[in-house]
């Protein structure tokens, strides 16, 4: 299975909405844990990276403009 890349900024949908309905989370701490926070009510959550990993469902919209591999 392969491995699912994220970073920061990344906005990313999650198997279960958040309370308030939004399916959407914004990745602003990347590290051992993963802090997102809801599109729809800014509300931010501290998650461990091995629940994020198993809760993410999709990235819906990337924030890197280019691949940072094969720069020279």
Known sequence: ????????????QMKKPHPCGSNEM??????MDIRIKCVGCKHSVLVPRAKFESKLKKV??????????GEQ
């Open 1 to 12: 299975m392969e491995r699912k890349q994220y970073q920061l900024g990344d906005i990313v």
């Open 26 to 31: 914004e990745i602003i701490r990347l590290g």
């Open 60 to 69: 819906l919209r990337s924030n890197s403009s280019a691949p940072e591999q």
